[in-house]
């Protein structure tokens, strides 16, 4: 099937950094770009059906014009690149878009810290992780180039990862050079047995493929020791399950999300 990226663009700051990135993804993939907008036409209250009808047609139009000058003014050959405006939610959008014959990859922008205050607490970005039955890539805004050399893979031992998914995603990523590292964050005296042997089994799995390995960041210095293994800025991508802890508990919510995607810069892969 053909590979698609669909990428949820709003005209701030961190659009022209998410196309440049998704754009140097794509010719590794040979995957297709579609630009994805929801326009927000300003329609008098008192309007007749046909006026708004025209106000909302020129404000799509307007939007689309802006989005195919932002494109060819980041990537002067835009030829695999394709263009969606709609007034409609983008979530309403992309659940057409997803209906499609692609395999596609759904990319959102992370607006910095302010974002990441609001990840968890209704953002558009986390409102398209939770609702959106695809692979999700919420990206940081500074960055602007694609590196894949280093995959880390959260494991939780209650939410079983999506293997499905997962082999998804790894069809979107050259193996040649690529690391992926199963890791597990344990509670201080955790018994680590049965997610030892699940990660170990994890990593054998996609050894034929893959470099692989597995590691359990554990105690007290944990969330250090872990940040210095992926905190490297410039190769990284961690993977998540939705609905795993990783996402949901008060102690790694802000570990996670804040220290190793904002300050790490790092990309987050959200499997369904």
């Known amino acids: 099937m053909r590979k698609r990226f669909i990428l949820l663009i709003d005209f701030s700051e961190y659009s022209r950094n998410l196309i440049k990135y998704a754009y140097e993804w794509s010719i590794?993939?040979?995957?297709?770009?579609?630009?994805?907008?929801?326009?927000?036409?300003?329609?008098p209250t008192l309007a007749d059906?046909?006026?708004?009808?025209?106000?909302?047609?020129?404000?799509?139009?307007?939007?689309?014009?802006?989005?195919?000058?932002?494109?060819?003014?980041?990537?002067?050959?835009?030829?695999?690149?394709?263009?969606?405006?709609?007034?409609?939610?983008?979530?309403?959008?992309?659940?057409?878009?997803?209906?499609?014959?692609?395999?596609?990859l759904v990319f959102v922008g992370l607006k910095g810290t302010g974002m990441?205050?609001?990840?968890?607490?209704?953002?558009?970005?986390?409102?398209?992780?939770?609702?959106?039955?695809?692979?999700?890539?919420?990206?940081?805004?500074?960055?602007?180039?694609y590196t894949h050399e280093k995959i880390y893979i959260a494991v939780n031992e209650k939410k079983p990862l999506n293997i499905i998914e997962l082999n998804n995603f790894l069809r979107f990523i050259d193996s040649e050079n690529t690391h992926i590292t199963?890791?597990?964050?344990?509670?201080p005296?955790?018994?680590?047995?049965?997610?030892e042997n699940q990660l170990r089994e994890l990593s054998e799995k996609f050894a034929n493929r893959f470099n692989t390995d597995f590691a359990i960041y554990e105690g007290k210095n944990r969330l250090e020791?872990?940040?210095?293994?992926?905190?490297?800025?410039?190769?990284?991508?961690?993977?998540?399950q939705r609905g795993s802890r990783f996402l949901t508990d008060?102690?790694?919510?802000?570990?996670?999300?804040?220290?190793?995607?904002?300050?790490?810069q790092t990309p987050l892969i959200v499997l369904p």
Do not use: C, W
Not at 182 to 187: C, K
């Open 116 to 145: 990441f205050k609001k990840l968890f607490l209704g953002s558009v970005a986390l409102e398209i992780i939770r609702n959106t039955e695809n692979i999700v890539v919420a990206m940081p805004k500074e960055i602007d180039s």
């Open 28 to 43: 590794e993939a040979n995957a297709r770009i579609l630009l994805l907008h929801q326009s927000n036409a300003l329609v």
């Open 49 to 104: 059906s046909e006026t708004k009808e025209q106000i909302i047609q020129q404000t799509n139009n307007d939007a689309l014009r802006e989005l195919k000058t932002l494109a060819q003014s980041i990537i002067p050959n835009t030829a695999n690149f394709s263009y969606s405006v709609s007034e409609n939610h983008f979530q309403i959008s992309l659940s057409k878009l997803l209906s499609e014959p692609f395999d596609n």
């Open 225 to 240: 020791d872990i940040k210095k293994v992926i905190n490297n800025k410039i190769d990284e991508i961690l993977i998540v």
């Open 189 to 195: 005296d955790e018994e680590t047995k049965q997610i």
């Open 250 to 264: 008060q102690i790694f919510r802000r570990f996670l999300i804040n220290d190793l995607v904002h300050e790490g």
């Open 182 to 187: 199963f890791f597990y964050l344990a509670y």
